[in-house]
């Protein structure tokens, strides 16, 4: 039996495609989820902090790109392109952005066979030729997973571009017309609360 609070526990977003969050949804969420403290808390009617762990400890700080990371890795997964190009528009998303093992924007999208953001990610500049810690490559990875049309555009863009030609790729400026408050408006929770369709004030 699963957590009832499966579909719209805000853990998930917040940790994106970070490995660690099979680990959790198996140990607690798909498993032990009564004794889960985000669960507990929950139940007993008292708020829950975003970064509280099922574990009962706190989510280590992370600095705001990192938090912007995973809530671009988490739209990424979702498949939400128009969300995606609103937050390379604000600034928010930058393609350069890893999580612990290594994986790109461009490698999450080629993972999940999402051509549509791999061809936006790619015209945003990203590289191909990165490597995870594995040592995958997205195209590596859309072979892998059986994503045909991802594997053809990776490869033409791989064939079009050499490994140089991105060694120094210029970062995308916030539009001229985007206001001090746009920008402001990639705030933490905002924006992952944004990313998660559920609007449940507890997880
Ligand atoms: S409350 Fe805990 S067990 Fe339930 S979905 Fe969230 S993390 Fe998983």
Not at 164 to 170: C, F, K, L, N, T
Request: hydrophobic share 35%; aromatic share 6%; glycine share 6%.
């Amino acid at each position: 039996m699963s957590c009832s609070h499966s579909s719209s526990c805000e853990l998930y977003p917040l940790m994106a495609m970070e490995p660690a969050l099979k680990l959790w949804k198996q140990h607690y969420c798909e498993g032990n989820f009564e004794k889960c403290a985000r669960y507990v808390l929950s139940t007993e009617g008292k708020p829950v902090p975003l970064t509280l762990l099922p574990n009962g400890k706190q989510l280590a700080p992370r600095s705001k790109d990192e938090i912007n990371a995973a809530a671009l890795f988490n739209a990424i997964q979702k498949h939400r392109l128009p969300l995606i190009r609103s937050m390379y528009k604000t600034g928010v998303a930058k393609t350069e952005a890893t999580i612990s093992d290594g994986t790109t924007p461009l490698m999450a999208a080629a993972t999940l066979g999402h051509v549509d953001i791999v061809e936006f990610l790619l015209e945003q500049n990203a590289n191909p030729f990165r490597r995870n810690k594995a040592g995958q490559t997205a195209l590596e990875l859309a072979k892998a997973g059986g994503h045909a049309e991802c594997v053809a555009r990776l490869d033409a863009a791989m064939q079009a571009h050499s490994p140089e030609e991105y060694d120094s790729p210029a970062p995308r400026e916030a539009n001229a017309g985007d206001s001090a408050e746009d920008r402001e408006g990639s705030s933490i929770v905002s924006f992952l609360r944004k990313l998660n369709p559920f609007k449940t004030a507890t997880s």
